[in-house]
């Protein structure tokens, strides 16, 4: 495979982005890979490889980049008071989505100018606090993103401007929501009512709540790590993607 760190150029500013996508037999359809909390890491990169030997154009950019160039952090950063869990939080506690759609867009332009991305329909999953924002990026781009999914998303019913939530009908394209059985961040009331909301939507899609897991099973590196629920989510994404992108 090919890949590569490259600097979007986004309203904001430089949004550094490793992007990866197979050698042979392209071009190939684009998906965005969107990180959980602790950010840019190679547990992260190692994911977006294996997304992209299957014959997907990945790019997993740092939506932390406003906040600079050292905002990539060790893994300390899951560790309950440790300095560089103050300094992650610091940064995440300022991203909202509507700044994170600019980005999306951004990504879609680039996207546009590239001769290995096969013109068309885009992609889009996020772990953790980007949930919501691939959700919601369906739904502020129905026509581009025709698939979207989210793992173990946070507080997908909020109060948050473009809460995920609130614009379940917007998405034209097909939605998946994986839930964790044991979620602080995404408790099983509040994805009762998602899941109320989600089927009044109309969406073809699927929320399914994975059983006996807790938030971050995807991770291999994690505490919390579940082989066959992480297998799952594989099979899921993977298949999601080969209905509505091909590849």
Same mark, same amino acid.
């Given at each position: 495979m090919l890949e590569s760190t490259q600097d979007i150029i986004t309203r904001d500013g430089a949004m550094e982005t490793f992007i990866v996508r197979p050698e042979r037999h392209g071009p190939h359809p684009a998906v965005l890979m969107l990180m959980d909390a602790p950010g840019i890491r190679e547990e992260l990169r190692d994911m977006a490889r294996r997304l992209a030997s299957v014959g997907y154009y990945v790019m997993l950019p740092n939506l932390y980049y406003r906040a600079g160039r050292d905002s990539m952090f060790g893994p300390g950063a899951l560790v309950k008071d440790d300095p560089e869990r103050d300094r992650m939080r610091a940064i995440r506690t300022r991203m909202t989505i509507p700044p994170v759609m600019q980005d999306v867009a951004d990504m879609l332009s680039f996207l546009d100018t590239q001769p290995e991305v096969k013109p068309g329909p885009v992609g889009t999953h996020g772990y953790c606090m980007s949930g919501p924002y691939s959700l919601a990026a369906a739904a502020r781009f129905p026509r581009r993103i025709a698939a979207a999914a989210s793992f173990y998303g946070t507080w997908l019913v909020s109060d948050a401007v473009e809460s995920?939530?609130? !614009?379940?009908?917007?998405?034209? @394209?097909? &939605? +998946? =929501?994986?839930c964790a059985e044991h979620d602080e961040l995404a408790p099983l009331p509040m994805v009762a009512e998602l899941k109320a909301l989600f089927d009044a939507s109309g969406n073809r899609g699927e929320l399914e709540i994975s059983p006996h897991v807790h938030h971050g099973f995807a991770f291999p /590196? *994690?505490?919390? +790590?579940? /082989?066959?629920?992480?297998?799952?989510?594989?099979? *899921?994404? =993977?298949?999601? +993607? *080969? *209905? !509505? &992108? @091909?590849?």
């Open positions: 995920p939530h609130l !614009n379940l009908a917007k998405a034209k @394209g097909e &939605l +998946y =929501i994986s /590196q *994690r505490w919390c +790590y579940d /082989q066959p629920a992480a297998e799952r989510h594989w099979e *899921r994404l =993977i298949a999601l +993607y *080969r *209905r !509505n &992108l @091909g590849g």
